[in-house]
């Protein structure tokens, strides 16, 4: 793995005081995160954006910027966020787009970018960087010729694309969730259990979106993928032939294998994502085939309220696209939105009387409640009585 980055190039696209935004993801250009670090401790007064950083920001020296946000703090950020280094806004991922139109818009976007026919294209994501071009922001572009091609959507435009740099380091591996416990293969038998005819999923990554799969495969019926994240099990699916359609995310977050069939179609690749515009359009999303979203949480309370962030101690994540496919699921004809959770963890309970945190989905956002102990439908019932079918599923 190589890369090479002309900073005198980047140097020269980054004008005094400018707000740089950096695409995020595995595919995140970080190539060139030396290098801005560099520039904005030379400079003084470069501001900095980021987005979802699933992996270790390695050469990014977050103290070096007189001003660092992110709209969605994952996993790479945490440490950033904890230390006062990074501002974490909270916003779900619908509407990153009009804060980068907006308040947060850069003076540049820094991305990674593959090699495409006719031109540079977005590799292992698009997230909310299709509306930062479509913004008409210029790009500096690190070209990555080990990134997959599984972008939809026309190349990086010409006129505003600046290359200023070249790696083959491809997008960070992210490896499988361990092996489900035993608590959460129950959780995903009774999640599978629970969809509908021709459903379209939602999933969330990890060692329960390990689970719900499993149930999908164990369950043997076809399933359209529609999911913000799309990790190694949809590739399991479509290995046992119950993939029904072409799967539709706005991130790819995991191994080589992954990464591989997402670039299974040659030059072209396999179109799998799309902006957050598309992925996490309600209208869309609230739509026939029928969507069963599947989320967890870190606790919910008596009410059915859930907090997705964190204990009180710190930020573990961020709003992401939790509320925004929980309140469309339960639009959709047929679809449910589901929050699926162990009822332990740490050997503490995840039901608590108050949360931790503030709201990240509202309880009138959520159909059903699934633990290992059993399913709360509660649909038609009123505050009392879901109270009580929630309480009953932690006993």
Known sequence: MSAEIDTRALASLVRPGARIAVADGCGAPQAAFAALSDLARERGDVRLVLGWMPAPVDGLDLAAFADARTVMPGWGLRAGVSAGHVHAVPARLSATPALLAGPLRPDLLVVAAAPGPTGPVLGSEVSWV??????????????????????????????????????????????????????????????????????RVQWAPGQLGQAVVRGLLERGRPVHADSGLLGDPVVDLDEAGLLASTPTATYLVGTPRLYGWADAHGRAGRPVL??????????????????????????????????????????????????????????????????????????????????????????????????????????????????????????
């Open 274 to 395: 799309h902006g957050v515009e598309v992925t996490h359009d309600p209208n869309r999303l609230a739509a026939d085939p029928p969507l069963v979203a599947v989320n967890t949480a870190v606790e919910v309370d008596p009410d059915g309220q859930v907090n997705v962030e964190g204990p009180a101690s710190a930020i573990v994540g961020g709003i992401g696209g939790h509320p925004d496919y929980a309140a469309a699921a339960t639009r959709s004809r047929r679809g449910l939105s589901v929050i699926a959770l162990a009822s332990t963890h740490r050997g503490q309970p995840t039901m608590v009387e108050r949360l931790s945190r503030p709201v990240t989905t509202a309880s009138h956002d959520v159909d059903v409640v699934v633990t290992e102990h059993g399913v709360a439908d509660l649909r038609g019932l009123d505050r009392g009585e879901r109270r009580a079918a929630l309480r009953a599923l932690w006993g």
């Open 130 to 199: 299709r509306a930062v071009i479509d913004a008409g922001v210029p790009l500096a572009v690190v070209l990555d010729d080990a990134l997959p091609r599984a972008a939809a959507g026309p190349p990086l435009p010409e006129d505003r694309t600046f290359v200023v740099g070249h790696a083959s380091t491809g997008p960070a591996v992210v490896p499988v969730a361990p092996e489900p416990s035993p608590e959460h293969r129950r959780i995903g038998e009774l999640v599978a259990g629970l969809l509908p005819d021709d459903a």
